[in-house]
């Protein structure tokens, strides 16, 4: 018997003009812990799709525990003992930690009467595999993200699970957190798991893993144990380029504040906040969830409520009344969540990266001049290397590194004073130049 749980050799898959993944081998040996490493738009959700069986493959075999592996459905995969911890978790937010652990068994079995007394014993099966000790009737969506992500582990291991595969799991986890679940995900490899783990995260990867898989451009470029790779090594293979240590040195910084922030509060969301941001100058604000950071960005953004304080741009105090004001006084804002506030994503890359400029773009009678749209949006694909073969495809095609790219592009497209950044580097690792 092989001594991997599953091997892929020279799979391969095309997206219209995009070569997602060309003739990739990966493997991941049982009770091991991979990780899937790689810039931004390198294939790696792709590769996890094909194993998941969301995505067919146009080329290449896989092999799960010795046995060649035709085309397969999520559901299929699944019952192999393969489960996919998505970013999002899957979850149902409304119900409760019981009912999201045992729906799956439940529906699997095809049963049509809920007896809680099963659920209740299921659900506490589940947490049992891990030790892991939480409120059964708590509702799913008032958990922190962490316990979310302990959760979706103990509804994988009730499926038997040989693989567990987590995208990009510690993006929201703060230090601690990362550490509880790297406690979890030692004591599943020691039982035997394998883990696939996908990370941008070097120090992450270094400390929690066995082998690494490392991808650009669609391709696999180190395949190995990690002890065997050096930090230098690992940054030359994910980016293709020397690096060396990159700072950012401002050289250009006005005298006078671009924007005065003065005692600023918005009742109940953050108190007497106060700062001055200089032209050229990158003002870090940091602070824990729900500490306020969101709500003082809204603010600056037209988006929140001022009920005292002063707002000072360019010299002169002003009151941003909505983003529509906000951007007339030069501000952009790049919002958190950039899936449901940032894009559009069943529109086309072109139209969302020229959201924010459509008054340059409008003609006679209002009408929008669609190739100007077209070939401007084109130069921002070229500058940020937009991972696209096409900028009318619609938004949702592109890998999450590249959708923030647009969202970026958008802003940057207008002649700004003050540009806002709202954890932007979620899922993003460094641009490909
Ligand atoms: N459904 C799709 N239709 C068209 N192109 C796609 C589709 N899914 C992925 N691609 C393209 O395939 C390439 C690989 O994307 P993938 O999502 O696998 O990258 P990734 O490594 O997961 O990136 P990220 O770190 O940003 O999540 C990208 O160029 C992407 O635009
Ligand atoms: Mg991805």
């Known amino acids: 018997m092989s001594e991997y749980l599953l091997q892929m050799t020279g799979i391969d898959k095309r997206f219209g003009g995009v070569h997602a993944l060309d003739h990739v ?13 790689g810039e931004n738009g390198c294939g790696k959700s792709t590769l996890v799709k094909i194993i998941s069986g969301a995505y067919t493959r146009d080329e290449g075999e896989v092999l799960f525990e010795g046995k060649p592996i035709q085309h397969i459905t999520p559901a299929e995969s699944s019952a192999l ?14 119900l409760t930690v019981m009912e999201n652990l045992a729906i799956n ?58 693989l567990i595969i987590m995208d990009e799991p510690t993006t929201a986890l703060t230090k601690k957190e990362v550490d509880a679940l790297f406690k979890t995900v030692r004591q599943l490899r020691d039982s035997g798991i394998a883990i696939m783990f996908i990370s941008h995260k070097t120090e992450e990867i270094f400390e929690i893993s066995d082998d690494v898989c ?18 230098k090594d690992f940054t030359y293979y994910m980016t293709g380029r020397e690096l060396e240590d990159d700072y950012f040195v401002p050289t250009n910084i006005s005298k006078e504040p671009v924007l005065k922030v003065d005692h600023l509060t918005w009742n109940g969301k953050f108190h007497d906040v106060s700062f001055d941001l200089r032209k050229g100058e990158i003002l870090g604000i940091t602070g824990l969830l729900g500490s306020g950071r969101t709500e003082l960005a809204l603010a600056l ?50 139209d ?17 001049n669609h190739d100007e749209l077209f070939e401007k949006s084109n130069e921002w694909v070229k500058k940020f290397s937009i991972a696209t073969d096409d900028a009318h495809k619609h938004a949702s095609t592109l890998s999450g590194g590249n959708q923030q790219k647009i969202v970026l ?6 002649d700004l004073d003050v540009l806002i950044l709202n954890g932007p580097t979620v899922g993003v690792e460094s641009w490909a130049r």
């Open 214 to 231: 490392i991808m650009r451009n669609g391709k696999n470029v180190y395949s190995g144990p990690t002890a065997e790779l050096t930090r």
């Open 409 to 414: 592009s958008k802003w940057l497209n207008n």
């Open 301 to 350: 953004f037209g988006l929140g409520k001022v009920h005292s304080g002063t707002i000072t741009l360019n010299g002169q105090q002003v009151k941003i009344t909505s983003p529509i004001d906000a951007q007339k006084k030069r501000i952009g804002y790049v919002p958190e969540d950039r899936l449901t506030e940032g894009l559009c994503l069943r529109q086309p890359i072109a």
């Open 352 to 368: 969302n990266i020229m959201l924010a400029s459509l008054k340059q773009l409008t003609r006679a009678l209002g009408t929008l």
């Open 81 to 94: 003992g393969i489960q996919v911890i998505y970013q999002d978790l899957s979850i149902f937010p409304n």
């Open 105 to 162: 068994s439940e529906i699997t079995a095809k049963r049509k009467i809920v007896n809680r007394k099963r659920w209740e014993q299921t659900a506490k099966e589940a947490l049992s595999k891990i030790g892991y000790d939480i409120d059964l009737y708590a509702r799913m969506g008032d958990l922190s993200v962490a316990d979310k992500q302990l959760v979706a582990i103990c509804r994988a291991l009730l499926f038997n699970a040989k």
């Open 25 to 37: 081998n990966f493997a991941v040996r049982p009770g091991k812990v991979m990780c899937l490493a």
